[in-house]
C-alpha cells in the first residue's frame, strides 16, 4: 500500500468486508464530525472520512480503486528494487576500486620495499658461514680478523639502508604480517652483529655462537616474510 489512502483513513485493513468499511465509516464520521463537539472534531478530516467512504462504500469503485494501489504498489515495488539495484552496483564499483587500489599498493610495495629489502638482509646474512669458515684457519691472525670485522662493518652499512628503506613506505594491510616478520628480522640482524662484534674484541665463541644463532632465526623471518608476501602478490 502507499503512504496514505482510503483504507489509512478508514483505519480498516485493505482486505476488509463492506460491512467493516460502513461500520468503520459510522465510528469515525461520529468521532471527528464537526456537530460533534468533541475534542477531536475535525472538518478537514471529516472531508478526507467522506471522500474514503465515497469509494470503499461502493464495490465496483472499490475494485477500480484497488486495482489503481496495485499498480501504485506495484510501481514503487519496482523504483526500490531499481534503486537497490544501482546502490549494489555503485557498492560493487566501489569495492573494485578499493581493490585496485590495494593490489596497486601491493604491486608497489614488492617492488620498492620487497626487492631491495631481501636482496640487502641475503646479503647480510648469505656470507656469515663463509667468513666464519675463513677466519677459523686462524682466529688470531690480524689480516683473518681485520676481513672479518670488514665484513661486520659491511653488515652494519647494509642494515642501516635496511632500516631505512624498509620504513620509508606503510605497507598495505594485506601484508602487515610480510612487515612484522621483516621487522622482527632486522632486529635479530642487528643483535646478531653486536654479538659478531663482541666476538671480535673478547675472541668469546660463546658470542660468536649465538650471533650464528640470531642470524639463523633471521632467515627464517625472511624466509616467511617471503612467503606472507607472495600470498597477495600478482606477478
Sequence with gaps: MTDSNHYQTLEIEQNATQ????????RLAKQFHPDSQGSQASHERIIEINAAYEVLGDPKHRQVYDHQIHQ?????VA????????EAQREYQRYR????????????????????????????????QSKIDDLSADPFDDELMEQFQAYIERCRTRLSQAK?????????SKLAKAASQFYYCLNQIGDGIDELERFTLSYDDRALHTGQELFRIAS????????????????
Excluded at 72 to 76: H, I
Excluded at 100 to 109: H, K, P, R
Excluded at 221 to 232: F, G, I, N, P, S
Design 164 to 172: 631505512q628503506l624498509f620504513s620509508s613506505q606503510p605497507n598495505p
Design 220 to 235: 627464517r623471518l625472511k624466509r616467511e616474510a617471503q612467503h606472507a608476501t607472495l600470498k597477495y602478490y600478482s606477478y
Design 19 to 26: 460491512q467493516e468499511i460502513k461500520d468503520a465509516y459510522r
Design 79 to 86: 523504483t526500490q528494487r531499481q534503486q537497490r539495484t544501482a
Design 97 to 128: 576500486e578499493a581493490q585496485q587500489d590495494t593490489e596497486f599498493a601491493i604491486n608497489q610495495w614488492y617492488q620498492r620495499i620487497y626487492i631491495p629489502l631481501n636482496r640487502l638482509i641475503s646479503q647480510i646474512i648469505n656470507p656469515l
Design 72 to 76: 501504485t504498489d506495484d510501481y514503487v
